[in-house]
């Protein structure tokens, strides 16, 4: 008997994938979380205008979605100030990171990215038979100087930058990225992942115009607009790397009720405020709940706060693995020294209050106590 015959790429990866999901942590414990907060998740809900849009589409839901997301592409190129022709749309930033290595990335092409940055990227890389460089962290934020001259040294084709960061929640004035493109190395791409920069401070946008061909920016539906389920994502980007996507992206890969969701979301910037607001609330009070534990909540201009736990990696896991047991779903930082933090989403009160219950004991269990 002979099964399939696998290329010799495939055959080199694991069978595993950037995150275990809370669904599969609940089966393994066999009850579900009391509080979800370990998924970048926006707890505070999308637009009611957009649950309405979603309900009415799904009475058409036998129906394939517009294969071109003109409405969806139109509302954002308005939002933008650009053209149509700078956007394309598709299953969420992961699905859009895949296509565009898939562009750009054959066996053996470098690139770029930072020692414990956003994991989902390298796993495409990979996919695809690149070569990952990495640079660490410089005081938790993603080193720019840094990833470029690493791109000159390796010939990259991509450097990966995420504005704000995942998972340290730290930022860069948008400007500062626009200033050192001047040290980007000729034909490498920045690509510059923003999932979180509706939830950022005034001037973290890279204020880089659309047809930039040095630079692919992307965005998501699935934090500040609470969306994660939907999977729809965004890119902005010269019209020339947008119509190449056209040749790889599953044109039929939006379903109607995303598309009719996001449309009702991004028209809807009073509910943006509103929940852009409540993340405010819930990083002063994760701040708040960490000050009261003797530990320290690194600045975020995202819809998490990264805790710094005060010791090693080590100890970061254990205190973790407390909160887990007792039904808080938290993810911590992979490398180090990121790793002596936990990474803690925004949410309501009753979540917050869920976490401030578990995180003495954990903290006590984490500390032989």
Not at 62 to 85: I, S
Not at 152 to 176: F, Q, T
Request: hydrophobic share 45%; net charge negative.
């Amino acid at each position: 008997m002979t099964g399939p015959r696998y290329t010799p790429l495939v055959q080199s990866l694991p069978a595993t994938v950037p995150f275990v999901g809370p669904e599969t942590q609940e089966r393994t414990r066999g009850t579900p979380f009391a509080a979800r907060l370990g998924a970048n998740e926006n707890i505070f809900g999308p637009s009611p205008r957009a649950v309405e849009a979603m309900a009415q589409a799904a009475a058409e839901i036998w129906k394939y979605g517009d294969a071109e997301n003109h409405d969806l592409r139109r509302a954002l190129a308005a939002e933008h100030g650009v053209a149509m022709e700078n956007i394309v749309v598709g299953e969420g930033i992961d699905g859009l990171l895949g296509y565009l290595v898939r562009l750009l990335v054959a066996p053996g092409d470098a690139v770029v990215t930072s020692e414990g940055a956003y994991p989902t990227f390298n796993y495409h890389v990979a996919g695809f038979g690149g070569v990952l460089h990495k640079v660490p962290y410089r005081e938790d934020h993603e080193d720019i100087a840094a990833l470029f001259a690493r791109a000159a040294e390796v010939d990259a084709k991509i450097v990966y930058l995420a504005n704000p960061d995942n998972p340290m929640g730290s930022w860069h004035r948008g400007a500062d990225i626009a200033a050192a493109l001047d040290g980007l190395p000729e034909g490498c791409l920045l690509l510059l992942d923003e999932a979180y920069v509706e939830c950022a401070p005034e001037g973290t946008a890279a204020p880089i115009r659309a047809d930039d061909a040095r630079v692919i920016r992307m965005r998501t539906f699935s934090k500040a607009y609470a969306m994660a389920g939907a999977r729809v994502g965004y890119a902005l980007g010269h019209p020339d790397l947008i119509a190449a996507f056209h040749k790889v992206r599953n044109h039929f890969g939006m379903n109607r009720a995303a598309q009719a969701g996001a449309l009702a979301a991004v028209q809807d910037r009073a509910w943006l405020a509103h929940v852009v607001a409540q993340i405010d609330g819930a990083r002063r009070r994760l701040g708040e709940i960490a000050a009261a534990n003797g530990l320290t909540a690194l600045p975020s201009a995202t819809n998490f706060v990264a805790i710094d736990c005060g010791a090693d990696g080590a100890f970061a896991k254990r205190v973790l693995e407390a909160l887990v047991a007792r039904g808080v779903f938290v993810r911590m930082p992979l490398a180090e020294p990121q790793n002596r933090c936990i990474r803690v989403s925004c949410g309501p009160e009753a979540e917050m209050a869920a976490f401030a219950e578990a995180l003495p004991a954990a903290l006590a269990i984490a500390r032989g106590g």
